[in-house]
């Protein structure tokens, strides 16, 4: 079937309107045949088209746009469209689509120019001495555009030759999208199996690519038409509900008198409009909710003055009707990535029946239906400067386009670089992480902190090692929730660490993905230096052979140290004194139990052995609880007097919690060493999720300085938590 606009009322173009009417341009075909006017006036075409510019630019130059005119139309003249019209009322309604956008004049003379490179003898160079080298600019971007094969075997390169085409300028893309929204329009005069590759084409590049923009209005109507072409018979049904509802009271209607009769009895001038559903938005809608009832065919819409009466309103809404507080979204104070901005409600009438609310400023409104046309020229600084506070600025420079451009050159294979974007294109829902430093990051639903780390820190997030979420340590695979607060944990050495492999399989944005494969493919793993179960992820070797340990009556047992079997690097003798301890059993030998080793000033006690030793534990010691349970009688042990710590030698035994990164093992022990302690044994569990833990036996001559020595541990990069043995952490290992 032809592909043909959805018959909803025309809602005009000025500001405060609830939806820019972008499809009453038909009357072009006749004033096209008549030709150009006189030069002391407009030509009768393209005076509708200065008409609606200078509503939104007051001061616009139009000789320019009567010059475009008139060489646009010289230039197609004799040429004609297949619906039989004459060629130039094309480029006259893309250029109306645009104005009616609020497009700045260089955009709409480039508009107007946009098919005669391509398709008459004008020359670029003639474009460019007659209108600027701006407009040169846009027009060789738009050409470039018409050149893109969008048949399926060219899939993967079109979307890369539209960015490079674009040359980091939304202008292009602008004039593209109107381009594609009247060629849409005018599919009724091809062929089906062409219309339906024009429209799946349509659906999934150009349609999300006006969502990022923001440019609503063209969105919308797109969507329709796809769904017109590609959904015939959920089309025809989606009319016909919408039909049916025509003809009866509109519960939205009598929503909109209550809020303005609350509004005005409050004092807060405002605009309250019903701002009806578009064809998909209905279907959905119908999907989500089953049968749909008149209050879901549309939404309210209050425009008001600034910001401070956006929350003035929903505050009158929530006192007199019934919130859902389900549907309460704030979408100003954390605007989405597209530059949209709007509080978002939903109240309970008098009958009950619930009535969805869009709440925003006539600006914000503005930006909304037109995304970053309303900008004007988002690269010109003094219109950027003169945005009103509050707004957003152009996110495309550097932004979006500019990341996408970035992507683009750097992923050679065009497969790699289509596969990424079609899923990053796909993603229909954004949440909103805050970050440590008070700014925010808009991601994809379902990003991890791989996604944000690259999103925040672009390729110096290779250097990352795990992130705090909502203040608790998490790994890099951990999946981000909308209002999450994030926290990057980074080595600070980019230059010896790097993403492995597993990262790939938690990376959701094309920025991680591409940045991943990009260091990976220029740092390809050595097999004979990879790590494993006995290799420490910086290359150390940990397969030292283990010496057996005396086994102390079953106090140290398989669980303290861990359920995975450690690869143990024997290190320095074992021998110690233990001296410094008074034992309530005369001409015992003392042992310091191997599992909690204490040191002065640790609360202690004592279970007697076989061969008339005497161990001593720590009182907060695992073991102290299992022997005392199995009915093991205690001995008294304290500390002497003369032992204040600093009188002899004493071992303890540390556990570091890190994120796994080249290198930790000999940071580590760098760190142990400028304490002045002696490594008696290390042990180094497999990675788990990107964790390690780092068990070490160490000898003081100093236990007054334990503190400091674990401080010292914690401060090597990548490590989280240090404790002593007989205090393990079971978050750490979950």
């Known amino acids: 079937m032809s592909a043909e606009a959805p018959d909803q009322a025309a809602l005009g173009r000025r500001r405060g309107l609830p939806r820019i009417d972008l499809r009453n341009i038909r009357r072009f075909g006749r004033a096209a045949l008549l030709g150009p006017a006189s030069r002391d006036r407009l030509p009768d075409a393209i005076e509708h088209v200065a008409k609606v510019h200078r509503a939104y630019h007051p ?50 003379t480039a508009s107007l120019l946009h098919d005669t490179v391509e398709d008459t003898e004008v020359t670029l160079d003639q474009v460019g001495e007659q209108f600027g080298e701006e407009v040169r600019y846009l027009v060789d971007g738009v050409t470039k555009l018409e050149k893109v094969d969008y048949g399926a075997a060219a899939e993967p390169e079109t979307f890369r030759k539209m960015l490079v085409a674009t040359g980091n300028d939304v202008r292009v893309m602008s004039i593209k999208l109107a381009d594609r929204l009247h060629n849409m329009r005018t599919l009724g005069v091809m062929r089906p199996e062409k219309q339906a590759r024009i429209a799946k084409v349509t659906r999934d590049v150009l349609i999300p690519l006006a969502e990022r923009l923001g440019v609503q209005a063209l969105k919308t109507e797109l969507e329709d038409l796809v769904f017109a072409i590609l959904h015939p018979e959920e089309y025809a049904r989606t009319r016909e509900l919408l039909q049916a509802h025509a003809d009866r009271p509109d519960p939205l209607a009598r929503a909109a008198a209550d809020v303005r009769t609350v509004l005005q009895e409050a004092g807060i001038t405002a605009e309250v409009l019903v701002r009806p559903r578009h064809f998909v938005s209905v279907h959905r809608a119908g999907i989500k909710r089953g049968e749909l009832t008149g209050s879901d065919l549309g939404r309210l819409l209050v425009l008001v003055a600034d910001d401070a009466d956006c929350y003035a309103v929903l505050g009158e809404l929530h006192t007199c009707f019934t919130p859902v507080i389900s549907e309460f979204k704030d979408f100003i104070a954390v605007p989405k990535f597209n530059l949209y901005q709007s509080l978002h409600t939903a109240v309970a009438g008098r009958t009950g029946e619930v009535a969805e609310v869009l709440i925003r400023t006539h600006q914000m409104h503005r930006v909304a239906e037109a995304g970053v046309i309303a900008l004007g020229n988002p690269y010109a600084p003094t219109e950027a400067a003169a945005a009103p506070e509050g707004e957003r600025a152009d996110p495309t420079r550097p932004g979006w386009l500019s990341r996408l451009l970035e992507w683009q050159s750097a992923t050679p294979d065009p497969d790699i670089f289509w596969t990424a974007l079609r899923d990053d294109l796909a993603q229909d829902r954004e949440i909103t992480v805050f970050r440590s430093d008070g700014g925010t990051l808009g991601l994809p639903a379902g990003a991890s902190c791989v996604d944000a780390a690259y999103a925040q820190y672009g390729e110096d997030a290779h250097s990352c090692i795990g992130a705090r979420v909502n203040g608790r340590i998490a790994t890099l695979s951990t999946v981000l929730c909308d209002g999450d607060t ?11 660490s790097g993403p492995s492999p597993e990262w790939l399989d938690h990376a959701r944005t094309p920025a991680a993905r591409i940045a991943i494969n990009r260091w990976l493919a220029a740092h390809p793993a050595d097999p004979a230096h990879e790590p494993s179960q006995g290799e420490a992820p910086g290359g150390e070797h940990l397969h030292a052979p283990v010496e057996p340990e005396e086994a102390e009556s079953g106090e140290a047992e398989p669980e303290d140290i861990g359920d995975a079997a450690p690869a143990v690097l024997p290190v320095a003798s074992a021998g110690r004194p233990e001296a410094g301890i008074v ?56 500390w002497s007097e003369q ?20 290198h930790l093992l000999a940071d580590l022990t760098e760190a142990i060493a400028a304490e002045g302690a002696e490594v008696v044994a290390a042990a180094v569990e497999p990675p788990r999720e990107q964790r390690v833990r780092h068990t070490y ?11 400091t020595l674990m401080r010292a541990m914690r401060d090597v990069p990548g490590v989280y938590d240090v404790t002593r043995e007989g205090r393990r952490v079971a978050t750490a290992r979950s």
Not at 697 to 707: F, K
């Open 697 to 707: 036996t160490l000898q003081l001559s100093d236990a007054g300085r334990l503190p």
């Open 643 to 662: 032992d204040d710590g600093d009188g002899g030698d004493y071992r303890v035994t540390l556990f570091a919690e890190a994120f796994s990164r080249p």
């Open 59 to 108: 001061g616009a130059d139009l000789d320019v746009l009567r010059q475009a005119y008139v060489l646009a139309e010289s230039s197609h003249r004799g040429q004609m469209r297949k619906s039989g019209e004459p060629y130039i009322t094309h480029p006259l309604a893309v250029t109306l689509i645009l104005a009616e956008l609020g497009a700045e004049t260089t955009t709409l």
């Open 583 to 638: 034992v309530d059993l005369p001409g015992a030998i003392v042992r310091l139990a191997r599992c909690c080793t204490p040191v002065p000033p640790d609360a202690i006690t004592g279970f007697a052995v076989r061969g008339g030793a005497v161990t001593v534990h720590r009182e907060r010691c695992p073991a102290v609880a299992r022997m005392t349970a199995a009915g093991r009688d205690r001995v008294g042990v304290r």
């Open 486 to 496: 994030l926290q990057l944990l980074m080595t600070g050495d980019a230059a010896s």
